[in-house]
């Protein structure tokens, strides 16, 4: 009865997860307006296509096309793919977010490979969940679905798949890292993860020996793991030249140390108590789930009294490698993204910033929380009671599965409910009249007045995008939102004006 029950809940729960992801990713690609951190990356794929190069249009970079832009942190595995893309005549909203899309499916898949590899269906199934539980939607810098033209999921994924892979060629998953710091480069946090995982999977010889075999086994993934970046700086170098490649490394040094941000400093309370929040759940629940999952690996690694002569059998964790390796590689990867963001004042209140290791880190944590729960499961008193290992894995099992339930329904429940702010087809609606003018008047570029929402009307007109306040752009039209304070508007729709050069 106990395992008809089981095997209902995972099929409901999984018909859940499939539905959901399917509403999410629809709204994500099709609903959900281009905001301006997706409009700025555009253009640099944009501008690959019209033969400019691997550039920007440097709206945060003083307003003028900049090769190999350092405030743009999504790199190229993301952005050539979506020139080729757009280079097949799609539509550059829908055609670019196909990229990211296809990165949350890749994502999702290697979360299920993981998750049965650590702990069966049950896994598979609470790992690939949890990523969809995750809200990056309600921040000012938001990841606001997962078709979203942005850098995180894409590196997430290269960082799961390079999980599934490092056991056995780990020169592909030192590759894959280095792939995915140039989805995003954040994802350079993941070294130490992996490090980490490199070294457990070492035949277990003496300390010293171990290390020296884990450091020459690490040699061909770390070549392979600075290869793509240095690809990408070669092509830089050769293409800016060497006074030119010096800026480039100055200014993205700079921006690199400082987050591209001039906030009031955060705290470590502020940052975690943000994380905590940033659920389709209430902080409380996942704070229990968490809570349940911690102990339940604890205990079912302590093997149980009176038991000697079992006891070996009951150790799971031993008798894995690749459950410890994975388990601390992904704890300590966790514990690096989130623990910089937290101690690193400058950088705001934005769960992007940790989010590459919550996509990655988290759901191996949950399989092998869900593996735990199924160890202590199938514990037995001694005297033939009920074992109380057996009633902490029903009650990890029950808040897990609502853990999960809730995140899905949630994440579907905001993608459904009627939107609150302007949709991709109210934007593209607004700002057809001020296309037509762009088209008509030869207009190349544009100032956007401020950063934000006029940053990705004027990418929808087709014209490159600078900033209102750069040199640059003195003698240039500027688009805002309200009504003009440099004479008549020389064109307006639905209260988004273009107006003549201050």
């Known amino acids: 009865m106990t395992r008809r029950l089981a095997g209902a809940a995972f099929w409901i729960l999984l018909a859940l997860l499939v539905i959901a992801n399917a509403i999410v990713m629809w709204h994500s690609l099709t609903v959900l307006r281009l905001w301006e951190d997706e409009a700025f990356n555009l253009t640099v794929p944009r501008n690959l296509v019209a ?27 993301v952005l050539l793919p979506v020139a080729g893309v757009l280079m097949l005549g799609m539509d550059p909203v829908i055609g670019a977010r196909l990229v990211p ?38 921040s000012v810098s938001p990841i606001q679905g997962p078709a979203d033209l942005l850098g995180e999921i894409p590196a997430a994924a290269l960082l799961v798949w390079a999980l599934i892979v490092l056991p056995r060629r780990s020169w592909l998953a030192g590759l894959l890292l280095g792939l995915a710091v140039q989805a995003k480069l954040i994802a350079l946090l993941a070294l130490p993860a ?17 290390l020296v075999a884990a450091l020459r086994r690490s040699v061909l993934p770390l070549v392979l793991v600075a290869a793509p970046t240095l690809l990408v700086e070669l092509t830089a170098l050769v293409s800016l030249g060497v006074t030119g490649y010096a800026r480039h490394v100055r200014a993205l040094g700079g921006f690199l140390l400082s987050g591209g941000q001039h906030i009031a400093p955060t705290t470590v309370p502020e940052k975690l108590g943000t994380l905590a929040g940033a659920w389709f759940v209430p902080w409380w629940l996942m704070a229990a789930a968490v809570a349940l999952a911690v102990a339940a690996v604890v205990w079912a690694a302590v093997p149980p009294r009176g038991t000697e002569g079992e006891a070996p059998a009951q150790r799971w964790w031993q ?28 950088l705001p209140l934005w769960v992007r910033h940790p989010a590459v290791g919550v996509f990655a880190f988290a759901p191996v944590l949950a399989a092998i929380a869900v593996r735990a729960v199924t160890a202590l499961w199938r514990r037995r008193a001694p005297s033939g009671a009920q074992s109380p290992a057996r009633i902490l894995a029903v009650v990890s099992a029950v808040v ?82 309200g009504v003009c304070s440099t004479g008549s508007p020389l064109a307006a729709a639905s209260g988004i004006v273009i107006c003549p050069a201050p």
């Open 51 to 77: 033969g400019l190069g691997y550039t920007s249009d440097g709206t945060l970079s003083g307003s003028t096309l900049t090769p190999f832009d350092p405030r743009i942190s999504t790199g190229p595995v």
């Open 101 to 138: 899309l296809a990165s949350w499916v890749l994502l999702l898949a290697g979360c299920a490979v993981l998750g049965r590899r650590l702990a069966g269906r049950s896994g598979a199934l609470v790992a690939v969940a949890l990523p969809l539980a995750f809200n990056t939607a309600e």
């Open 194 to 210: 992996f490090a980490v995982a490199l070294f457990l999977l070492t035949p277990p010889v003496p300390f010293g020996r171990r």
């Open 319 to 346: 008798r894995d490698p690749q459950l410890l390796a994975l388990g601390f590689g992904s704890a300590v990867g966790l514990l690096s993204f989130v623990g910089w963001w937290a101690q690193a004042s400058q």
């Open 400 to 481: 897990l599965g609502v853990v999960v339930a809730a995140g899905a329904v949630g994440d579907a429940a905001r993608a459904v409910r009627p939107p609150t702010t302007e949709t991709l087809a109210q934007q593209r609606a607004a700002v057809a009249p001020l296309a037509d003018w762009v088209r008509e008047h030869d207009a190349a570029w544009l100032a956007a007045k401020p950063w934000g929402g006029p940053v990705s009307s004027v990418v929808l007109t087709g014209a490159h995008v600078g900033l209102f306040d750069a040199p640059a752009m003195r003698r240039t039209p500027t688009l805002e939102y």
